[in-house]
């Protein structure tokens, strides 16, 4: 029976890992020989094995690490900031859910629109001499901030990020808030436990692992970011706003170091995979 149940497995598994192995294993051995070879545009067919050069040129260049501080700042503000925020609308906000979904599809709006085009729009709204927010804070004020400079660059493009992502940890803890059982909410209000008390002893510690599911992935989304702050600031003065992905896009169309940005690369997938299984392991040693 034991060797039915391999053979199957098998059988149903073989598909999806030769699928992995030509959609991703292919370009991760091509990508590992492009890190270690001397490298340009005309010699993509025919790369120089050169050694670890392009590994130390990345890690040697303070422009890596400040691009490195930048996208861990920005990840973390934006899943804290996000997570919170959504996790608040799910809650205080759940009576209004209760019989009408309509609301719902409202916040779910900046989903629906493309990073890219997010950040356009918040470069009109936003641009010192043309964008009506400016315009406005002038006449009213007498005074505007440049959003966009050096020095608000980092709160605007957070802010930015934090707006249009927000809804899909709203929507994440709003499912995560519904599936909490009602006996449960019965038994505590029997008990006299109500309101924050309530929350904070029982529906928070069943919406942890929705939570902690939800920083991860917005995390990740936050430390890759490329599309708004491309848009809106590009790498910034004197690369205020570099992230990592913007530094390896940089590297690689802008000043054709291929073998470096397909290094910097190799250095974020080795990092993150080392993050995520430490992550694994101690999520498994908690369970046990």
Same mark, same amino acid.
């Given at each position: 029976?034991?060797?039915?149940?391999?053979?199957?497995?098998?059988?149903?598994?073989?598909?999806?890992?030769?699928?992995?192995?030509?959609?991703?294993?292919?370009?991760?051995?091509?990508?590992?020989?492009?890190?270690?070879?001397?490298?340009?545009?005309?010699?993509?067919?025919?790369?120089?094995?050169?050694?670890?050069?392009?590994?130390?040129?990345?890690?040697?260049?303070?422009?890596?690490?400040?691009?490195?501080?930048?996208?861990?700042?920005?990840?973390?503000?934006?899943? *804290?900031?996000?997570? &919170?925020?959504?996790?608040? +609308? =799910?809650?205080? @906000?759940?009576?209004? /859910?209760? #019989?009408?979904?309509?609301?719902?599809?409202?916040?779910?709006?900046?989903?629906?629109?493309?990073?890219?085009?997010?950040?356009?729009?918040?470069?009109?709204?936003?641009?010192?001499?043309?964008?009506?927010?400016?315009?406005?804070?002038?006449?009213?004020?007498?005074?505007?901030?440049?959003?966009?400079?050096?020095?608000?660059?980092?709160?605007?493009?957070?802010?930015?990020?934090?707006?249009?992502?927000?809804?899909?940890?709203?929507?994440?803890?709003?499912?995560?808030?519904?599936?909490?059982?009602?006996?449960?909410?019965?038994?505590?209000?029997?008990?006299?436990?109500?309101?924050?008390?309530?929350?904070?002893? *029982?529906?928070?510690? &069943?919406?942890?692992?929705? +939570? =902690?599911?939800? @920083?991860?992935?917005? /995390?990740? #989304?936050?430390?890759?970011?490329?599309?708004?702050?491309?848009?809106?600031?590009?790498?910034?003065?004197?690369?205020?706003?570099?992230?990592?992905?913007?530094?390896?896009?940089?590297?690689?169309?802008?000043?054709?170091?291929?073998?470096?940005?397909?290094?910097?690369?190799?250095?974020?997938?080795?990092?993150?995979?080392?993050?995520?299984?430490?992550?694994?392991?101690?999520?498994?040693?908690?369970?046990?």
């Amino acid at each position: 029976m034991e060797t039915t149940h391999r053979l199957e497995w098998t059988l149903l598994a073989t598909p999806l890992m030769v699928f992995l192995l030509v959609c991703l294993g292919f370009p991760a051995i091509v990508n590992l020989i492009y890190s270690v070879s001397d490298i340009s545009f005309e010699t993509l067919r025919n790369p120089e094995i050169s050694g670890f050069g392009n590994f130390v040129a990345v890690l040697t260049d303070s422009g890596f690490w400040r691009a490195n501080w930048f996208s861990l700042r920005f990840g973390l503000l934006t899943a *804290i900031l996000e997570c &919170l925020i959504g996790l608040g +609308l =799910a809650v205080f @906000l759940a009576p209004l /859910f209760k #019989d009408r979904s309509w609301p719902i599809a409202i916040l779910m709006l900046p989903l629906m629109v493309a990073p890219a085009l997010m950040g356009l729009m918040y470069r009109l709204v936003l641009h010192e001499f043309a964008g009506p927010v400016p315009h406005y804070l002038w006449a009213w004020f007498g005074n505007s901030p440049a959003f966009l400079g050096p020095n608000s660059a980092f709160w605007t493009l957070a802010v930015v990020e934090t707006l249009q992502w927000t809804p899909f940890a709203f929507l994440l803890f709003h499912m995560a808030y519904q599936a909490i059982p009602e006996e449960l909410r019965e038994a505590a209000s029997i008990d006299g436990v109500m309101g924050l008390a309530r929350f904070w002893r *029982i529906e928070l510690p &069943l919406m942890l692992p929705t +939570l =902690a599911a939800a @920083l991860l992935i917005r /995390f990740i #989304d936050g430390f890759r970011v490329f599309d708004n702050v491309y848009v809106l600031t590009g790498s910034g003065a004197g690369g205020s706003t570099t992230s990592l992905s913007i530094y390896i896009y940089e590297a690689f169309f802008k000043q054709a170091a291929i073998g470096k940005a397909v290094a910097a690369s190799v250095i974020l997938f080795a990092a993150s995979f080392a993050v995520l299984y430490g992550l694994n392991r101690l999520a498994r040693r908690r369970r046990r």
